[in-house]
């Protein structure tokens, strides 16, 4: 079955730095592959979307990386800052007879530290 | 002004009996989805639909049961048959057939069983 993995649950580092963070998928070839971001008890929002054949997406300190080869995408958060405190969620789309519905990730908690 | 609205935000059922939770959008999208959020779990799919009486099984569907009578109405029923109720709900939405763009989350409903 097809499978989206973001390998680390928790990311912890200081105010300024960068952080990035991993989403990996299996069984699968999505075209497209979403960000979100979800604050404690709250709906996840939508951050960037990037297609198979844009190797990179930027918005403002966000920057979204898409490696079809590797099936890897990677989210990284230039300039860290206390308020990017988050749980950031990848997604991609699965279509099948049925129609498409979102699939996501676990979810990698990052912390940003003062 | 647009959105989503799930209610209530917060539920209590005793163990046997059925609940229905509710998710209204006026965003005039046809696609409505609902997810189940367990810590450490990440978002998963219970039911979908893209169009107006027209529903689909997600990964978990088993336990849960969905209508979609209005296009903007799209209410999940957690039946007795459920082993593990307990949990955090979100509806979202999107234009038909999700592939390429974003949704949009409801609040969520935490429900949880007494």
């Known amino acids: 079955s097809q499978k989206i993995e973001q390998n680390s649950e928790a990311l912890n580092i200081q105010e300024g730095k960068t952080a990035t963070l991993t989403c990996n998928y299996t069984n699968y070839s999505p075209a497209y592959l979403q960000w979100y971001r979800q604050d404690p008890g709250r709906g996840p929002v939508f951050l960037l979307l990037?297609?198979?054949?844009?190797k990179e997406k930027r918005k403002e300190r966000l920057k979204v990386t898409f490696d079809t080869t590797l099936k890897q995408s990677l989210f990284h958060i230039t300039a860290s800052q206390p308020a990017d405190s988050a749980t950031y969620l990848c997604?991609?789309?699965?279509?099948?007879?049925?129609?498409?519905?979102?699939?996501f990730g676990k979810g990698t908690t990052l912390s940003v530290s003062s | 002004d647009g959105g989503i609205t799930q209610s209530p935000k917060y539920l209590f059922r005793k163990e046997g009996q059925n609940v229905t939770l509710s998710c209204e959008q006026n965003l005039n999208h046809d696609a409505m989805y609902w997810y189940r959020q367990d810590p450490g779990q990440g978002l998963r799919l219970i039911y979908y639909s893209q169009i107006v009486n027209d529903f689909q099984k997600g990964d978990i569907a088993e336990g849960y049961s969905v209508s979609r009578e209005k296009k903007e109405s799209f209410p999940l029923t957690v039946t007795s048959a459920q082993k593990n109720p307990t949990a955090f709900y979100l509806c979202?939405?999107?234009?038909?057939?999700?592939?390429?763009?974003?949704?949009?989350f409801g609040q969520g409903t935490r429900l949880t069983v007494v």
């Open positions: 997604a991609f789309s699965r279509a099948n007879q049925a129609g498409t519905a979102l699939i």
């Open positions: 990037i297609r198979e054949n844009e």
């Open positions: 979202a939405s999107s234009t038909r057939d999700s592939l390429n763009t974003e949704a949009f």
